[in-house]
């Protein structure tokens, strides 16, 4: 599985952005996705993940009511839309791929990160 994440950018406080995540192979509809990102200087942390067919999804506290998560499995695309973006968001946001069940007990497959910028 190949993941290529794009929608990154340099955003005020209180905007949106919508990331995107496209992945090649064949199993994309049975793979759990999830979000991460990482702040300079910080672990690397889970934003929001999401079952094969879409039916559940969990989210970090940090950004519970805000971020939202999707996939089109016909377009093998997993979607992270943010919306009141804060500073404290500014991070590289990677997408990555699970081959496990649910919950997804770790990640196998990863993208090359986005990075978001959410200016004061």
């Known amino acids: 599985v190949q993941l290529q994440a794009s929608g990154g950018g340099l955003v005020q406080a209180g905007g949106s952005l919508r990331l995107s995540c496209a992945a090649s192979g064949r199993t994309f509809s049975s793979s759990v996705m999830g979000w991460f990102r990482q702040a300079p200087g910080k672990e690397r942390d889970i934003v929001a993940t999401?079952?094969?067919?879409?039916?559940?999804?969990l989210y970090a506290a940090s950004v519970k009511g805000r971020f939202t998560i999707s996939r089109d499995n016909a377009k093998n695309t997993v979607y992270l839309q943010m919306n009141s973006l804060k500073p404290e968001d500014t991070a590289v946001y990677y997408c990555a791929a699970s081959t496990s069940t649910w919950p997804p007990k770790g990640y196998d497959y990863w993208g090359q990160g986005t990075q978001v910028t959410v200016s004061s």
């Open positions: 999401i079952s094969g067919s879409g039916g559940r999804v």
